[in-house]
C-alpha cells in the first residue's frame, strides 16, 4: 500500500460486555458513523471502511442501552445518501450531521434537514471537510432550520483561536473531542481555563466528550489520566455536556475499543446519576431536537 492510499478501517467488535453505568431512559450516541459495504467512497481520503453498517451498529447500541443516535456523515463518503437512508430506517430514532459543500444550495440544504439532518461539520481534520473559513457564512444560512455545528479541528489551539468567532456565531457549536484537551490540561492551565470560561459564558456552546481513548495516554479500561479534566469540564457547564461513542472508532491506532469502557467513562467523570441523565439524555435531546426522554 502506498504512503498516500487509504488505510483499511479495522472492524469494530462485533461482542462486548454491557456496561456498568445504569443508562438512562432515552439514552443518546451523539456521534457515530454508518459505512454499508454499497456504497462508494472519496477516492482522496485517510481510510476505508469495512464491515460497519447500520444492523451491526443497532446490535452494539442495543447492547449498551442507547435508544437514540446521531449519525456523522464520515468524510470518506461521497454524499449524505447513506447517512439520510439509516436515518430513515431507524424510524425517527435518528438525527444526523452533514458533511457540506461551500457551495450548497438552499433546495439542497432543506432536502437535508427534512431528512434528519440537524447539523454540520467543520474540520481541520478530515481529508475533504469544509475548514472555519465556511463558518460564518453557512451558519447565517442554517440559522432559520435549527441547526447547530460540529467544530472537529486538528488540536487545542486551533480550538481556542476559533472561540472568539464561536461566540460570535448565529447558531449553537459543539466542541467535539473534548475540545482536543489532554491529560496536561488541568484547572489552571490555559487551554483547560479558556475552553471551561467559554462553557460558563456562552449559552450557545455545548462540549461533546467523545474519541476519549484519543486523548488518553494511560488507555482502558478507565482512562483515568483524562478522568480529571473532563470532570472538571463537566463540573463547570454538566447542561452543556454531552458523549458520543464515535462508532466504529476510525483513524484510532490502538486496540479496538471495548465499547462499554467508553460509556462507563461517563460514570468516571460524572459519578452522580443526575448529571449522567444530563448528559446521556436530556441535553442531546435539547441540541439535537428528540422528544423529550
Known amino acids: 500500500m502506498s504512503e ?32 454499508e459495504d454499497n456504497v462508494a467512497y472519496r477516492a482522496k481520503r485517510r481510510y476505508t471502511p469495512v464491515d460497519a453498517g447500520l444492523d451491526q451498529y443497532r446490535a452494539t447500541a442495543a447492547r449498551l442501552g442507547l435508544a437514540r443516535g446521531v449519525i456523522v456523515t464520515g468524510s470518506a463518503l461521497l454524499d449524505n445518501g447513506p447517512t439520510l437512508a439509516a436515518i430513515a430506517a431507524a424510524k425517527g430514532a435518528f438525527k444526523g450531521l452533514a458533511l457540506l459543500p461551500p457551495d450548497i444550495t438552499d433546495n439542497e440544504l432543506e432536502h437535508l434537514a427534512a431528512g434528519g439532518m440537524t447539523g454540520f461539520r467543520i474540520s481541520t481534520r478530515s481529508v475533504g471537510g469544509m475548514g472555519p473559513e465556511h463558518l460564518a457564512r453557512l451558519a447565517a ?37 473534548i475540545a482536543n484537551l489532554g491529560p496536561t490540561d488541568l484547572p489552571g492551565t490555559p487551554a483547560f481555563d479558556a475552553v471551561a470560561r467559554h462553557l460558563r459564558e456562552c449559552e450557545d456552546a455545548w462540549l461533546n466528550i467523545y474519541g476519549v ?17 473532563v470532570a ?49 439524555a436530556d441535553n442531546p435531546a435539547r441540541l439535537y431536537g428528540f422528544d423529550s426522554p
Open 213 to 229: 481513548y484519543n486523548a488518553s495516554r494511560a488507555g482502558p479500561p478507565g482512562y483515568a489520566d483524562i478522568v480529571a479534566p
Open 141 to 177: 444560512r442554517v440559522k432559520d432550520l435549527g441547526w447547530h455545528v460540529e467544530i472537529h479541528l486538528r488540536d487545542a489551539a486551533e480550538v481556542i483561536d476559533l472561540l472568539p468567532v464561536l461566540r460570535c456565531l448565529a447558531i449553537p457549536h459543539s466542541l467535539d473531542s
Open 4 to 35: 498516500d492510499a487509504p488505510r483499511p478501517l479495522r472492524p469494530p467488535r462485533r461482542n462486548g460486555r454491557a456496561p456498568r453505568i445504569k443508562v438512562p431512559a432515552g439514552a443518546c450516541d451523539t456521534h457515530f458513523h454508518i459505512y
Open 232 to 280: 472538571a469540564l463537566v463540573a463547570a457547564r454538566p447542561d452543556r455536556v454531552i458523549w458520543g461513542l464515535n462508532w466504529p472508532h476510525p483513524t484510532f491506532d490502538g486496540e479496538v475499543p471495548e465499547d462499554a469502557d467508553v460509556l462507563d467513562f461517563v460514570g468516571a467523570v460524572a459519578p452522580d446519576e443526575h448529571v449522567q441523565k444530563l448528559i446521556l
